[in-house]
Each structure stands twice: as structure tokens, then as C-alpha cells.
């Protein structure tokens, strides 16, 4: 089956800063890489996703790169602030299958 | 819409009692999906749905485990007998199609502490 590793699994970056999370996976069918936000206390929310035939997606201050060769995704946000504080997952489906990575714990500092 | 609905938020409960947990999709979503959450694993799979019928229960962790869903607008999870092991957060899902390639939407999640 499909293997998600997600890097790092905690990550400080003060207020306005960029932060980078990382994801590789195994599977040479996945074709659709969705990233989730989990704030305290709450269920995950997807806040951006790309598919396969896409190299690069931008909404606002977050973008998500896909290397199908090199099987990696990354999660970019810039000019962080407080309230992008949470856990981030990022996940990956052939269609047939889906898996979540470990999460990221994203600490912005004020 | 008011989103996807689980119950209860929390619950505390003693070894060897039966647990039930209950989720309301969003209207006219027709896949459903059960995750459970800890420190250790993560965000696990346990059972999905799609038209109410169950696809792929492969991540339900054991006998124990059981899920149903009876009609389009609920899904109960249920473990008989509940172990200290099974303390986690419980999350229900719902999404168009099949799910596998398009947005997810969680509740908020049932704390289980079985003590």
C-alpha cells in the first residue's frame, strides 16, 4: 500500500516568516495530494490540494509544489501569522486509496 | 448546511462497556468515512461508505469494531466491548463521490476515554 512521510513533525517559524512542510510517498499511482489544517479541538479542514497533472498551485499566502518523479509534495506558507498555528497533514490518493501523513505541528511565533 | 454532526463530544466511560458513536453527514454527500486519531498512530482509517454501503473496513482495528450505516443521513460506530486502548478521538467524514479524490469534511470529533 501507499506510504506517507510527512517532515518535520514540529516546526517553529516567528510571525512572518516562511514555512516549508514536506511529503514524499511510495505509491507510483497517486494522483491527488491534499493538504489538511487541524486547529485545537477540531476536525481537519483541507486547505489546498493539487492533482497529478500539475506541477505548482498558489491560493493567497499558501502554495503546494508536486515532483511526480522525485515522489514529493511540499506545503509553502509565507508571511506567517499566529492563526496559521495548528497541525497540518498532508495526504495521498491513487483513487482506490488514500492515506494521511503524520502531521506537522506549526508553532508561529508573535 | 451545518456541516457534518457527531456525538458526543466527549465521553468517558469504564472497560468492557459498549460504546456507540454517531455521526450525520452533510445532506447529499454520498460517501462517509470513520477515522480514528491519537498521538501514536495518527490519523487512521477505519471504515468507509460510499452509497451507504460499506467498501473498505480493512482499517477497523478488530472484532470489537463495528460499523453501520442504515440510511444517507447517519452512521453509528460501535465497540463492544471498549478497551483503555481505544481512547482516541473518533472523526466522521463526508465527501461527494467517492471521496478518494476530492475534499473531505469532518465534525469536530468524539473524545472516547475508556479507563
Known amino acids: 500500500g501507499e506510504n506517507v512521510e510527512q517532515h518535520p513533525s514540529t516546526l517553529s517559524v516567528q510571525e512572518g516568516d516562511s514555512a516549508v512542510i514536506k511529503c514524499t510517498y511510495s505509491d507510483s499511482a497517486s494522483n491527488y495530494f491534499p493538504w489538511y489544517k487541524q486547529e485545537l479541538g477540531k476536525g481537519p479542514q483541507l486547505i489546498i490540494d493539487i492533482r497529478s497533472n500539475v506541477g505548482e498551485k498558489k491560493d493567497q499566502r499558501i502554495a503546494v509544489t508536486l515532483n511526480k518523479t522525485a515522489k514529493h509534495f511540499s506545503l509553502h506558507i509565507t508571511e506567517t501569522q499566529p492563526e496559521d498555528s495548528a497541525v497540518y497533514f498532508c495526504a495521498a490518493s491513487t483513487g482506490n486509496q488514500f492515506y494521511f501523513g503524520t502531521g506537522t505541528s506549526l508553532t508561529v511565533i508573535p | 448546511d451545518a456541516g457534518v454532526i457527531q456525538s458526543p463530544r466527549h465521553e468517558v466511560t469504564e472497560m468492557g462497556q459498549e460504546v456507540t458513536l454517531r455521526c450525520k453527514p452533510i445532506s447529499g454527500h454520498n460517501s462517509l468515512f470513520w477515522y480514528r486519531q491519537t498521538m501514536m498512530r495518527g490519523l487512521e482509517l477505519l471504515i468507509y461508505?460510499?452509497?451507504?454501503?460499506?467498501?473498505?473496513d480493512s482499517g477497523m482495528p478488530e472484532d470489537r469494531f463495528s460499523a453501520k450505516m442504515p440510511n444517507a443521513s447517519f452512521s453509528t460506530l460501535k465497540i463492544q466491548p471498549s478497551e483503555p486502548r481505544d481512547s482516541a478521538v473518533y472523526f466522521c467524514a463526508s465527501s461527494l463521490g467517492t471521496g478518494l479524490t476530492g475534499e473531505l469534511f469532518f465534525g469536530e470529533g468524539s473524545r472516547l476515554t475508556v479507563l
Open positions: 461508505f460510499n452509497n451507504n454501503v460499506p467498501i473498505d
